[in-house]
């Protein structure tokens, strides 16, 4: 969309590379306590998914382009919206002050 | 203006990977989040920028497209806002897959508007729009068909013979779709049905995998979701989105991993072996059901030196989860040894039953994992399930031809006397017979989960003031 940041070719290719490790990596030797509100906290995460039909919404000429945009604008927003509260909700629940959090010792 | 918007979509690449990094720790979980959330603001509100980019024919259409995209934020926001806040944890993965899947579409919806907008890009950028379009699309129907079956709207699994057929078909016709795109775009038709057949592709994948495995295939098309925005990222040439989708993509792969390693099964096999052509081959159990009052199971409970408690989801879907909280702690003050054991698909998701445990304030030292607690079965006194059924069967430790052989399970038949709080003598979620239930040291409780849980109390509140 702009020349500063053109991802061409293999930068491109480096890119997803080291996303994709930095995922792996993050998720890696994560209690299994987690894995639920992990999943929706990562689908939050491609919420930003949103970003881009906003531009394409932005960048619309005819009208199926701004109703499919449209349509993309109010999945990607609600992608986000409830992917944001149902993650908070859920990691709430980890936060009643009580001195809970300790890793789960083997015994 | 450039400059500004780049900084902010570096500055949202930092805090989501950041919040994501803080939400792998129980700790550190809560502010990995709002850290993630501020980031997505920050993002949103800049690509408003765009306006100042937008040129020529675009221009004139500028106000209706601001318009369109303030009512769809705010629709969009608002609705799943609410829906969010108002759904009861129970209900918590249905609703992961429903916003997952809308954010496939939307994916989906941007390759739709690159493949017909812009169809003279480079063949590499094509490939990858199609790429994307498929992929979101089959996480939008797929996500759709979960949520749909968590819901308990499709309630059987649906296998006709000519599945197996149509499916090949539906995934031939989208991909003899897509390679005739580079010649013939831009093409309306065309794009139809390709965006057709990626959709039904996903719905007939999923439509017959049984409810038990849906939390894997949740998380699959999660990760699916993920790859499709990274891949509109690259089309779209957006650093923000490539990152954060992939980043997802890869996170979401692993994750679905250790589910799957979880249940002892591979992705192939749950996507697409049906459960239930096996499970009609498993041999009866034979043997009888044993039922016993719940004030009559509350009395043995109550001179028991060690409990363990084994929820499931039936004691979610009871809401239940405080009144067994409750039993715990007046079988500790009779002086019993009280431990939650947790298995790792218990609920419908793994760590489900932990959230909602912790919602009801169990102390996180009384619960325990399926490799802690399983060699403590044999020298507990009391063993009680409640709304638990296929991770404590004992088949898959011994019936090879079960469907669930070879699934680690919590060894609940091995404790002195083991009781089942059940709503009725249906079958479980994967739709199996329970050897443990006719086993001669389990008895059977029936009834609603909350009603049994507190008869129990109250029998052991009597008992205890008799003393």
């Not at chain 2, 100042?52 to 799943?80: C, E, K, Y």
Request: proline content about 5%; charged content about 10%.
């Amino acid at each position: 969309m702009n020349e500063g940041t053109a991802l061409t070719g293999f930068l491109a290719v480096y890119l997803f590379l080291l996303a994709a490790f930095t995922g792996y990596e993050v998720i890696a030797r994560v209690p299994a306590i987690l894995h639920t509100p992990l999943m929706s906290g990562s689908n939050f995460i491609h919420g930003i998914v949103v970003v881009g039909a906003l531009y394409a919404l932005l960048h619309a000429t005819t009208v199926p382009e701004q109703a499919i945009g449209f349509l993309g604008v109010l999945f990607g927003a609600a992608n986000a919206a409830g992917g944001y509260v149902v993650t908070v909700r859920m990691l709430r629940m980890f936060h009643s002050g009580k001195p809970a959090k300790l890793p789960r010792n083997p015994s | 203006m450039d400059l500004l918007l780049q900084s902010c979509d570096l500055v949202t690449a930092f805090l989501l990977i950041y919040g994501l990094r803080r939400m792998s720790s129980p700790a550190t979980a809560s502010s990995g989040i709002v850290l993630a959330g501020i980031g997505m603001l920050v993002v949103t509100l800049a690509s408003f920028l765009y306006v100042f980019g937008v040129s020529g024919d675009a221009r004139a259409h500028l106000p209706v497209n601001l318009l369109l995209a303030g009512i769809a934020l705010l629709l969009g926001t608002g609705w799943a806002w609410w829906g969010g806040e108002r759904v009861p944890l129970t209900a918590m993965p249905q609703m992961v897959a429903l916003y997952n899947g809308l954010g496939g579409a939307a994916a989906g919806a941007i390759a739709a508007i690159e493949l017909l907008v812009h169809p003279d890009v480079s063949n590499v950028r094509l490939v990858i729009a199609i790429a994307g379009g498929f992929i979101g699309s089959f996480s939008f129907s797929g996500s759709l068909i979960a949520w749909a079956k968590l819901e308990g709207k499709l309630p059987k699994p649906w296998r006709p013979r000519f599945l197996q057929i149509g499916n090949g078909l539906v995934l031939l016709v989208a991909v003899a779709s897509a390679t005739a795109m580079p010649a013939l775009l831009p093409n309306a038709t065309l794009l139809a049905l390709f965006f057709v057949c990626s959709l039904a592709f996903g719905a007939l994948i999923a439509l017959p995998i049984g409810g038990a495995d849906m939390p894997v295939v949740i998380s699959l098309c999660n990760a699916c979701t993920g790859i499709a925005v990274g891949f509109e990222g690259f089309v779209l040439n957006h650093p923000a989105l490539m990152i954060a989708g992939t980043v997802v993509g890869a996170a979401g792969s692993l994750l679905t991993l250790l589910m799957a390693r979880a249940m002892n099964r591979s992705i192939g096999n749950i996507l697409f072996s049906s459960f239930g052509e096996t499970a009609q081959a498993a041999a009866p159990t034979g043997g009888q059901l044993k039922p016993i009052s719940a004030e009559d199971a509350a009395t043995t409970m109550c001179y028991a030196r060690k409990v363990i408690l084994v929820p499931g989801y039936g004691l979610a879907a009871a809401h239940a989860q405080q009144k067994l909280y409750e039993l715990a702690k007046r079988l500790q003050e009779e002086g019993a040894e009280v431990k939650f054991a947790i298995h790792p698909v218990a609920g419908r998701m793994p760590g489900h039953m932990d959230v909602l445990l912790a919602e009801a304030g169990v102390p996180y030292e009384m619960i325990f994992g399926l490799d802690e607690i399983n060699e403590e079965f044999p020298t507990t006194d009391v063993a009680l399930v409640v709304g638990a059924n296929d991770i404590v069967n004992p088949a898959a430790r011994t019936d090879k031809g079960s469907p669930i052989y070879g699934m680690p399970i919590l060894d609940v038949d091995k404790a002195q006397q083991v009781y089942v709080i059940k709503r009725g003598q249906g079958k479980g979620y994967a739709g199996i017979e329970n050897a443990l239930f006719t086993a001669d040291n389990c008895r059977m409780v029936y009834g609603d989960a909350q009603e049994v849980l507190l008869h129990m109390v109250q029998a052991i509140k009597e008992l205890a003031s008799q003393r």
